[in-house]
């Protein structure tokens, strides 16, 4: 079993789901996959998922970055071939599903005998996904959670921008991690046509942007250099070696760079 929130590390909140989930299956391994998605950040939450559910032991997989908890949005539970996911209708688990095979069938989460007996209004990790996935991981089927849904009704994220052009390509930046390093919804073979110099720059920009090595490894680029290369996930990133690409570019997710034969 895993678990991605934007919950953070100063309150209670995590062990609470970990606790509800050691008391109804307490021989479930959970792995804490992060709990510092930003705060309703619900493209890095799924972005984070996705890259991280196929490397994990398949099982079932809860996902909360919630901004409409307590709403008329749909708590659901996915399966898919290779495990399940349980979390919010609102665009979080879709492509972590995809990441699993595809969603083979889909509930919603209305039986409460599956959740608390109390459900709080503002946590639902706790008192309706955690439960719902601690039930499933013990064996117990999806079909008894609640009503089917039709997986091409669930909520899906708005395709990241993405433009090949002629001279290279612009791209959505998509997450930026821990080190700094930027992110980019574009498949790392857009970088094969181009050459060992390149330039990035701001989407919408018409200045000459910064001049950034086209390599494989951060040290290509040389203390302090600009990369853009193909990070772990397969997609197209530019990091800067021994600094914060992020910092250097000025961006965040949402924002868009350009990236040109220099």
């Given at each position: 079993m895993s678990l991605t929130?934007?919950?953070?590390?100063a309150d209670g909140f995590v062990a609470a789901c970990h606790g509800v989930i050691?008391?109804?299956?307490?021989?479930?391994?959970?792995?804490?996959?992060t709990h510092l998605v930003p705060p309703a950040d619900v493209r890095r939450g799924a972005a984070v998922l996705a890259q991280a559910v196929p490397h994990l032991p398949q099982g079932v997989h809860v996902a909360v970055v919630d901004p409409g908890v307590g709403t008329t949005r749909r708590?659901?539970?996915?399966?898919?071939?290779?495990?399940?996911l349980v979390g919010p209708d609102n665009g979080l688990l879709v492509e972590a599903a995809e990441a699993l095979g595809g969603v083979t069938a889909a509930v919603e989460l209305t039986d409460p005998k599956w959740l608390a007996s109390e459900v709080s209004r503002t946590f639902h990790g706790r008192d309706v996904?955690?439960?719902?996935?601690?039930?499933?991981?013990?064996?117990a089927p999806l079909s008894g959670v609640g009503p089917a849904v039709d997986p091409e009704s669930l909520v899906r994220l708005p395709a990241p921008v993405l433009r090949r052009e002629a001279d290279g390509f612009t791209a959505e930046v998509l997450t930026v991690d821990h080190f700094g390093n930027v992110q980019l919804a574009a498949p790392a073979g857009l970088l094969a046509p181009l050459p060992v110099r390149v330039r990035v720059r701001p989407g919408a920009g018409a200045g000459p942007g910064r001049e950034a090595v086209h390599g494989r490894t951060f040290g290509d680029a040389g203390p302090g250099g600009l990369l853009v290369h193909a990070d772990s996930a397969g997609l197209v990133a530019v990091a800067v070696n021994g600094g914060r690409a992020v910092d250097l570019l000025a961006v965040a997710p949402g924002d868009l760079l350009r990236v040109t034969a220099g």
């Open positions: 929130t934007d919950y953070g590390l050691a008391r109804l299956a307490p021989e479930a391994r959970v792995v804490d996959v708590g659901v539970a996915l399966a898919t071939p290779r495990g399940m996904f955690a439960p719902v996935a601690a039930r499933l991981a013990l064996g």
